[in-house]
Each structure stands twice: as structure tokens, then as C-alpha cells.
């Protein structure tokens, strides 16, 4: 098992990528904004080292307008997957503004998303705002099971609960 990871980023996963554009478009008249997360390239059974962004991570809270969006900070987790944001400028200018270069610190790639949200309408930036490319890879990301249980399994974990009696829940 290896400690560190390459942090290289090869690029972004098409369902990733579209579905940043779908949201995007769901979100429009108003901006859109996440924050990228990245996988090993090596869980996504690629033969390369390095990371590709494979989720997008919205924080609760988030407020957007059609000439803004703003995240509480405070609620946006300390997290290792981590490599940057994305947002949507509806207007569809594909050039970050000084408000945005001011949130670009965190993370190495940024994408700017705008209307009419389709393959061709983003791009990415570094954390001074210069364009950058990132490829769209064909991989097959990984579900996510947050909740990985059933009802039944609720139902058999009470059941064995309630047959322990009290101090069973101190198992």
C-alpha cells in the first residue's frame, strides 16, 4: 500500500464533466458552483500515476445569483480527494473574473462552465487564472455508497438489538 499519492492530475471523467454541464444548465439562470475531488488513476484502472477528478462535491448552503455564487466556507470540509472547484457564469464568458481569481487559491485546476453548457462551452484555469488543459477520460467511476446498507439490514440489526436487551446497545 502506498502512503502518497502521485498528485498529477491527468484529467477529468466524461460522466464527471457532463455532469457538471447538466448541473450547470439545471442551475441557469444562476450560477453553479462545486468543488472537484480526484481519484487515484490506479482505482479507475488506469495504467498511469496520478489523479482524475471523478466527483464534484456541492457544499449545503451555497447561495447563487446570475452574477454570483458564494459557498460558506465553514462548511466546506478538510478534504484529502480535493483538487479545485467549478462554476457556471450563465452571461457564458469563459474567462475568469477578478472574483473569481480571488477563490482560485485553493486546488490546482478551476473550470468555468458557461451557457449554453455544452461540450464545447468550458475551461479550465490554474490558481492564477492562466487557461490550462484538462483532458475528458473515458473511465468508469466508482459508486459512491454512502449508505451502504438495506432496510433488511436495519431490520436484523434491531431485531438482534432488541432480543440482547438494554445493554446490548453498549456492544
Do not use: C
Not at 449545503?60 to 480527494?81: F, I, L, Y
Amino acid at each position: 500500500m502506498r502512503l502518497f499519492r502521485s498528485d498529477e492530475l491527468l484529467g477529468i471523467a466524461r460522466e464527471t464533466l457532463d455532469f457538471v454541464l447538466e448541473a450547470s444548465e439545471e442551475t441557469h439562470p444562476n450560477e453553479y458552483m462545486g468543488f472537484l475531488r480526484a481519484d487515484d488513476a490506479r482505482k479507475l484502472d488506469l495504467d498511469r500515476e496520478g489523479q482524475v477528478i471523478t466527483d464534484v462535491l456541492v457544499i449545503p448552503g451555497t447561495e447563487s445569483s446570475p452574477t454570483s455564487a458564494s459557498v460558506q466556507t465553514h462548511m466546506k470540509p478538510n478534504d484529502m480527494r480535493a483538487v479545485g472547484s467549478v462554476h457556471s457564469h450563465p452571461n457564458g464568458a469563459l474567462r475568469p473574473s477578478d472574483a473569481d481569481l480571488a477563490t482560485f487559491g485553493q486546488g490546482k485546476v478551476h473550470i468555468i462552465v458557461g451557457a449554453p453548457y455544452g461540450w464545447g462551452d468550458w475551461k479550465a484555469f490554474d490558481n492564477e487564472g492562466r487557461q490550462t488543459t484538462l483532458d475528458v477520460l473515458d473511465v468508469e467511476v466508482p459508486d459512491e455508497h454512502f449508505f451502504d446498507f438495506t432496510q433488511e439490514d436495519i431490520d436484523r440489526e434491531l431485531d438482534e438489538r432488541d432480543r440482547g436487551g438494554f445493554l446490548s446497545w453498549f456492544r
